[in-house]
C-alpha cells in the first residue's frame, strides 16, 4: 500500500472545509454518523455548530465514541437522535426521552439502508488518505459504515492520516466520496476499563468453556460497575491452541493473545488463519498493530453477523452480557425496568450462529448482582419494562462468578435450580421461595427451605488422580444433582445399597432422593466424586456427614457406584471429609456398619482416628475422635 502524496492537489475539486462541507446539510434530513472511535469529530463538531440553522435533523448512528455535542436535550429541536445501540455519550439524553433508540438485529441494519427503508441523506465518516490507485480505507469501522456509505445522498469524508489502513472489504473509491475534508488529528481512542474481580471470576469461567482451536465472538455489551466482561476473557485464553477470531469488535487485548501464540486461526472453518472483524476500538498501540496487517481482515456488519456464516464455524464460541434473567431462561440485555441502556446489537446474531455450529456455545455472563450489590441479576420475575433480547429457548449457557448453568433442552424446574445455584448467594433463599410460589417448583419442595441456599467454601472442592491418570473431581452437591443421584442410586448393585441403607428396598421415593440433594450446609455436608460425561458429568461417589449439635459429633457414610470401588476412592472421600469437619469444629464422626461390610469397617479403623465401636444385633456402631 503506498498513498498518493499529492492527494490534495489531485482530488482539489473535492476538498472543502468542515464548515464548508456541512453547509449543504439541510432541515428534515438524515445524517450518518461513524461508528465508534471512527466517528469524524471536526464533521460532528460542524455540524453541531449549525445548530440554530437546522430543524428536525435526525442523526443515526450504532455507537460513537468521542464527543456527541448534538446529544443535548437543548438542542431536540435541531437534532434528533436515533441510536441502534445506546452508547454512554448519548445515553442521558435517550433515557430522558429527548431521543430515540431502534431496536434491531445488527444483521439487518445494512438491509435498512439498502432496501431504502431507512434512506441517508448524508454520511459522515473518516477515512484514509487516498493510495495511488485512488482507493481509500474505511480503517477501524467498516461495520454499518460501509452500507451508510453506499447508500447516502451525499457522503462526507475526514481523510486522516492517522487512520490505519486495514485490510479486508474496507475500500472504497475516492470518487464515490462527494466531499473530502482533510484533517490531521489523532484517531480517538478508548482504552478497556481494568475489571475488576467479580468480572475476571466471571470471563474465567467463561473462558473455561472455550476449547482449543475455537473461533470466538466477544460481544460489545458492557454490565454498569462491570465493564465489557466479554472482553476479559481473552485474558484466560493464552494457553490455548489455535485460536480463531470471527467477532464484532476488536480491542487491545488481542494483541497480548497473539503474540502469546495461542491465536493463529488455523482451525477456522472460513477466513482461515484470518482474524475477521468489522470495526475495533482501542489505543494508538492497537491501531498501529493493525495497519496494513494482513493478518486482520475488516468486514461488513452483513457478513460479519450473518448468522449462517456465523454457523459455519466448527467450534464457534459467542460470548454475550445480560443485564437481567429470568428463572425461566429469558435474557435482558437491553434494557432493564423500561429504561434503555444498550443495545440489541449482535448478540441475537451470534447467539443463533453458534447454537447451530457444530459443537458450538452460546454464553451468556453476568454479574450476579447490581452495581450497588443490592439486588439480584437473576430473578424470579422479569421488571415491568424489561425486554427480551435471547428468548428461553434459545438461552444454553449462562455464566455468573459462582458458576455455570446450561440451560438449553432443559425443563422449567431444571432451569431455576440451575440459575439459583449460579445466583448470589444473599439471594439464593428468596428465589427459591420465589420459584416455588410462583409453581416453577413442586410445592412439596416448600419443606426444604433454605436448605441449600448457604454458600460452600471453595475448600471443599478436591481432585483425586486414580492410578490409571483418571482424575475424579469432588465438590458440593447442589440442586441440580437430583438427576445424577437418582441415576446413581438405582446403578448400585443390591449389595452395595444393602451395606448402605442397611435394607434390601429396590425402590427411593422422590422425597427419599431429594433429601440426598437438599441439605442444610449451615450444619450438614454432601460432597459428590464426578467424572466428565458426554452430557455433563456422572456422580460415581457421595460423602456426607450430618451434625447433632448436642454432642457436635458428626454422622458420617458414603458410598461409590460399584464399578469404580476398591480403587481408594473410599479412603479418599473419608479423609477429605475429616479435614472438612475438622475445619468447621466439629469433634469426631459417628457411623453404623453392618458386620458384613468388612470393607467399610477397615477404612475407619485405619483412618488414624480414635477410633471405637460396639457391636449390636448385626450393626457396628463406630465412634471416631479427631
Known amino acids: 500500500m503506498e498513498y498518493e502524496h499529492n492527494w490534495q492537489e ?24 461513524g461508528t465508534g472511535c471512527g466517528a469524524p469529530q471536526e464533521l460532528i463538531a460542524a455540524m453541531t455548530q449549525r445548530a440554530r440553522s437546522l430543524t428536525n435533523v435526525e442523526i443515526i448512528q450504532l455507537i460513537t465514541k468521542g464527543d456527541a455535542p448534538y446529544a443535548d ?30 431496536p434491531i438485529l445488527l444483521s439487518d441494519v445494512p438491509k435498512l439502508f439498502d432496501s431504502g427503508s431507512l434512506p441517508i441523506d448524508v454520511a459522515l465518516i473518516q477515512v484514509t488518505p487516498p493510495d495511488t490507485r485512488g482507493r481509500v480505507s474505511l480503517g477501524i469501522s467498516v461495520d454499518i459504515v460501509r452500507s451508510a456509505t453506499e ?32 484533517v490531521d488529528r489523532p484517531i480517538l481512542e478508548r482504552a478497556i476499563d481494568p475489571p475488576n474481580p467479580i ?50 469488535m476488536i480491542s487491545d487485548t488481542i494483541i497480548p493473545l497473539i503474540e502469546s501464540g495461542a491465536v493463529t486461526g488455523a482451525m477456522k472453518t472460513i477466513d482461515k488463519g484470518k ?37 459455519k464455524h466448527k467450534r464457534m464460541v459467542a460470548v454475550n452480557m445480560a443485564l437481567e434473567i429470568d428463572l425461566t431462561g429469558q435474557v435482558c440485555s437491553d434494557s432493564v425496568g423500561g429504561r434503555f441502556y444498550s443495545g440489541i446489537g449482535g448478540q441475537i446474531d451470534f447467539n443463533r450462529g453458534a447454537a447451530k455450529a457444530e459443537s458450538g456455545r452460546a454464553i451468556i455472563t453476568l454479574p450476579s448482582l447490581n452495581r450497588e450489590g443490592d439486588a439480584s441479576r437473576i430473578v424470579c420475575t422479569l421488571q415491568p419494562g424489561s425486554g427480551v433480547v435471547i428468548n428461553r429457548a434459545s438461552v444454553h449457557y449462562v455464566v455468573t462468578e459462582y458458576g455455570v448453568a446450561y440451560l438449553h433442552g432443559k425443563s422449567i424446574a431444571e432451569r431455576v435450580m440451575a440459575l439459583i445455584s449460579i445466583a448470589h448467594p444473599d439471594f439464593r433463599e428468596q428465589l427459591f421461595r420465589e420459584a416455588v410460589a410462583a409453581k416453577y417448583l413442586r410445592p412439596d419442595l416448600a419443606r426444604f427451605g433454605n436448605r441449600f441456599m448457604i454458600p460452600v467454601e471453595e475448600s471443599i472442592r478436591a481432585t483425586f488422580l486414580m492410578e490409571d491418570g483418571t482424575e475424579i473431581d469432588f465438590r458440593s452437591i447442589k440442586p441440580t444433582d437430583e438427576p445424577h443421584m437418582r441415576d446413581l442410586i438405582y446403578n448400585l448393585s443390591q449389595e452395595t445399597i444393602y451395606y448402605r441403607f442397611m435394607s434390601r428396598q429396590q425402590r427411593f421415593t422422590p422425597r427419599q432422593i431429594q433429601d440426598f440433594v437438599y441439605i442444610d450446609h449451615r450444619r450438614d455436608v454432601a460432597v459428590v466424586g464426578t467424572v466428565p ?22 454422622e458420617v457414610a458414603f458410598v461409590v457406584r460399584d464399578g469404580w470401588q476398591n480403587k481408594g476412592l473410599g479412603t479418599f472421600l473419608f ?32 483412618s488414624g482416628l480414635k477410633v471405637t465401636s460396639q457391636l449390636e444385633e448385626g450393626v457396628y456402631s463406630f465412634h471416631m475422635e479427631f
Open 10 to 33: 489531485k482530488y482539489s475539486d473535492m476538498i472543502a472545509t468542515p464548515a464548508q462541507s456541512l453547509s449543504h446539510l439541510k432541515a428534515g434530513q438524515r445524517v450518518f454518523i
Open 73 to 102: 436535550k437543548k438542542m431536540a429541536d435541531s437534532f434528533a437522535i436515533n441510536a441502534f445501540f445506546i452508547s454512554s455519550n448519548i445515553r442521558d439524553v435517550i433515557q430522558e426521552g429527548f431521543g430515540d433508540y431502534t
Open 151 to 182: 447508500n447516502a445522498s451525499l457522503v462526507i469524508a475526514e481523510v486522516n492520516p492517522n487512520m490505519p489502513w486495514t485490510h479486508g472489504d474496507t475500500l472504497v473509491d475516492v470518487f464515490d466520496l462527494d466531499i473530502l475534508v482533510p
Open 199 to 248: 468480572s475476571r471470576k466471571i470471563a474465567q469461567t467463561a473462558a473455561a468453556l472455550i476449547p482449543n482451536g475455537s473461533t470466538i465472538e466477544l460481544g460489545l455489551g458492557r454490565v454498569p460497575g462491570y465493564g465489557r466482561i466479554p472482553q476479559v476473557v481473552m485474558e484466560f485464553l493464552h494457553d490455548r491452541k489455535d485460536i480463531g477470531f470471527h467477532t464484532e
Open 275 to 311: 482474524i475477521t472483524a468489522s470495526f475495533c476500538m482501542g489505543t494508538k498501540k492497537l491501531y498501529d498493530y493493525i495497519h496494513d496487517n494482513p493478518l486482520f481482515s475488516f468486514r461488513p456488519t452483513e457478513y460479519i453477523n450473518d448468522a449462517n456464516v456465523i454457523g
Open 533 to 554: 460425561e458426554a452430557h455433563g458429568e456422572q456422580i460415581i461417589a457421595v460423602g456426607t456427614y450430618y451434625l447433632n449439635e448436642k454432642t457436635n459429633l458428626a
Open 575 to 606: 479423609q477429605h471429609l475429616i479435614k472438612i469437619a475438622k475445619r468447621n469444629g466439629i469433634a469426631g464422626f459417628t457411623a453404623e456398619v453392618l458386620r458384613e461390610n468388612e470393607r467399610m469397617q477397615n477404612v475407619f479403623n485405619h
